[in-house]
């Protein structure tokens, strides 16, 4: 993890972080339930030979949920993935120039993407009514699909929050402090 402490917040910014913070909170609870679920299964599986493929694709779900609505939380943390032995070794300045490049050339139309055809993408399922093709399978297929679009809605809150924070260290914050003893 990185120090983007040299990213001013503002009122928006300072907002979306908060509700996203919250949200990560809120959907921490979910690695707990799926923990459950793993153990009863197992439990079924092996201590009273009955597995329930109920149970095996709801521990995809929970964890589908987990991981699409986690995104957002963890970019707005910036606990994201990313090549820390550059990007420590920069300038706050250069850090702020590669993110700002970053989000514009490569993130924003990724999470473009994923909206525009993850939105068909669910509503072709709900209109189809589709559920799971297993015996015993859950139905309402389309609900879990339709964290795709929100997990990257969610995403695309997180990057434009970032994205103001950077703006306003690259234009509009006059005195970039920590830029010329960060580099060392």
Same mark, same amino acid.
């Given at each position: 993890? =990185?120090?983007?402490?040299?990213?001013?917040? =503002?009122?928006?910014?300072? #907002?979306?972080? @908060? !509700?996203l913070e919250t949200l990560g909170r809120w959907t921490s609870g979910i690695w707990l339930i799926l923990l459950a679920v793993i153990v009863i299964n197992v439990l079924m599986r092996y201590v009273f030979s009955e597995g329930r493929i109920e149970l095996e694709e709801l521990q995809w779900h929970l964890y589908s949920v987990g991981f699409l609505l986690g995104l957002s939380y963890a970019y707005q943390a910036d606990t994201h993935i990313r090549v820390d032995v550059l990007h420590e070794r920069m300038r706050p300045t250069t850090q702020a120039w590669v993110e700002l490049y970053g989000i514009l050339l490569f993130l924003l139309p990724f999470i473009a993407l994923v909206l525009i055809y993850g939105v068909p993408f669910v509503m072709s399922s709900y209109a189809l009514s589709e559920i799971s093709p297993s015996p015993g399978g859950l139905p309402l297929r389309w609900l879990i699909k339709a964290f795709l679009p929100i997990g990257f809605a969610l995403l695309?809150?997180?990057?434009?929050? #970032?994205?103001?924070?950077?703006? =306003?260290?690259?234009?509009? /914050?006059? @005195?970039?402090? +920590?830029? !010329?003893? !960060? +580099? /060392?």
């Open positions: 993890m =990185t120090d983007e402490s040299y990213l001013p917040h =503002t009122r928006w910014s300072r #907002r979306i972080d @908060n !509700a695309l809150l997180a990057v434009v929050s #970032r994205l103001m924070r950077v703006w =306003t260290f690259l234009f509009l /914050q006059p @005195n970039k402090q +920590g830029d !010329a003893d !960060a +580099g /060392q």
